[in-house]
T-cell receptor, first 114, second 116 residues
Framework: AQSVSQHNHHVILSEAASLELGCNYS??????LFWYVQYPGQHLQLLLK??????LVKGIKGFEAEFIKSKFSFNLRKPSVQWSDTAEYFC????????????FGKGNQVVVIP | GAVVSQHPSRVICKSGTSVKIECRSL??????MFWYRQFPKKSLMLMAT?????????EQGVEKDKFLINHASLTLSTLTVTSAHPEDSSFYIC????????????FGPGTRLTVT
């Protein structure tokens, strides 16, 4: 069964600091990869996605993620965070040949201190 | 992106009763919708795939007779928690996979169920 691992569940950092959230998955086949964000009191929103092509993917709000196939990783980064980036971030994986079912990681609670 | 609504947003019910949660795709048709359950401080767990006009596909360990799913139209899927128990208390979230798109999922705001 596929699984998705996210480490450091709670992350606290100051504005302008850089953020990197790790995501590793266990699935042998080709996968589609996603990062979702859930702002306080809001529903899940797509930050970025990777299907194929350039392994460095740019998403909304200055976020980017890099797919490293050899490491089964899809880490999320932002060079300089803002207070408004306070949210929970979820990595999700879907098998390429599947029916779009998503397996989620446990999430990273990120708090940005002004 | 697609707008997805859920109703109700919160519901409290007594143990043994049944509760129906609606998921609507407001601006896209969706042959496929998904139902997730989110426990406190845990990730979303996929419960089932709701297929318009056919039976839902349940994930391993999810009781299909307890969590009834009906996807009667291209814009509406319902999840009914039958004979609810306190351990069914959770946050239930649906997502929509708009017809004609491959991998996009758009999520509803969720329904908080509390069983007393």
């Amino acid at each position: 069964a596929q699984s998705v691992s996210q480490h450091n569940h709670h992350v606290i950092l100051s504005e302008a600091a850089s953020l990197e959230l790790g995501c590793n998955y266990s699935y042998g086949g080709t996968v589609n990869l996603f990062w979702y964000v859930q702002y306080p009191g809001q529903h899940l929103q797509l930050l970025l996605k990777y299907f194929s092509g350039d392994p460095l993917v740019k998403g909304i709000k200055g976020f980017e993620a890099e797919f490293i196939k050899s490491k089964f990783s899809f880490n999320l980064r932002k060079p300089s965070v803002q207070w408004s980036d306070t949210a929970e971030y979820f990595c999700a994986v879907s098998p390429f040949s599947g029916n779009n079912r998503l397996a989620f990681g446990k999430g990273n609670q990120v708090v940005v201190i002004p | 992106g697609a707008v997805v609504s859920q109703h109700p947003s919160r519901v409290i019910c007594k143990s043994g009763t049944s509760v129906k949660i609606e998921c609507r795709s407001l601006d896209f048709q969706a042959t496929t919708m998904f139902w997730y359950r989110q426990f406190p401080k845990k990730s979303l767990m996929l419960m089932a795939t709701s297929n318009e006009g056919s039976k839902a596909t349940y994930e391993q360990g999810v009781e299909k007779d307890k969590f009834l799913i009906n996807h009667a139209s291209l814009t509406l899927s319902t999840l009914t928690v039958t004979s609810a128990h306190p351990e069914d208390s959770s946050f239930y979230i649906c997502s929509v996979n708009p017809t004609g798109t491959d991998y996009e999922q758009y999520f509803g705001p969720g329904t908080r169920l509390t069983v007393t």
